[in-house]
């Protein structure tokens, strides 16, 4: 499936869970989430590959599902990721990463992630 972060229409699409996969660290270090489309398309499995840093500020307690309100790729110049590169004084300079931010309407929370790249999968019910 042709997958483009940046073109989705995630305006009220729900986020349903997040998982984290360590199991093999430094080696598949990734990010799985599963999201339900607003508009017509399945149910899809993002997997954030390659993942070097997780930061989340999430809010529960809310009787309601994890709305997304907005989701981009973030600019070459976000903090986050400027930070990732000059706290490895030069280490991680070849690898190309990209952030990955998720905010959600229902909770008032954001997720950010910095990953090589991302991949979709459809779930079938």
Same mark, same amino acid.
């Given at each position: 499936?042709?997958? $483009?972060?940046d073109?989705?229409?995630?305006?009220d &699409?729900?986020?349903?869970?997040?998982f984290? $996969? /360590? &199991?093999?660290? %430094?080696y598949n270090?990734?990010?799985e989430?599963?999201?339900?489309?607003?508009?017509?398309?399945p149910k &899809? /499995?993002?997997?954030f590959k +390659?993942?070097y840093?997780f930061k989340?500020?999430?809010?529960?307690?809310?009787i309601?599902n994890?709305s997304?309100?907005?989701a981009?790729?973030?600019?070459? $110049?976000d903090?986050d990721?400027?930070?990732?590169?000059r706290g490895w +004084?030069?280490?991680? $300079?070849h690898v190309?990463?990209n952030?990955?931010?998720? +905010? !959600?309407? &229902?909770? %008032?929370?954001e997720? +950010?992630?910095?990953a090589? %790249?991302?991949e979709v !999968?459809?779930i /079938?019910s």
């Amino acid at each position: 499936m042709n997958f $483009d972060f940046d073109d989705c229409y995630w305006h009220d &699409s729900i986020l349903e869970s997040i998982f984290i $996969d /360590r &199991s093999n660290p %430094g080696y598949n270090d990734s990010v799985e989430m599963v999201i339900d489309w607003y508009e017509e398309q399945p149910k &899809s /499995r993002l997997i954030f590959k +390659k993942a070097y840093l997780f930061k989340a500020t999430m809010n529960f307690g809310i009787i309601a599902n994890e709305s997304i309100d907005t989701a981009y790729t973030a600019p070459a $110049d976000d903090p986050d990721l400027l930070s990732f590169y000059r706290g490895w +004084k030069g280490l991680f $300079d070849h690898v190309k990463l990209n952030c990955y931010i998720l +905010k !959600t309407s &229902s909770t %008032g929370g954001e997720i +950010k992630i910095l990953a090589e %790249g991302v991949e979709v !999968t459809e779930i /079938r019910s």
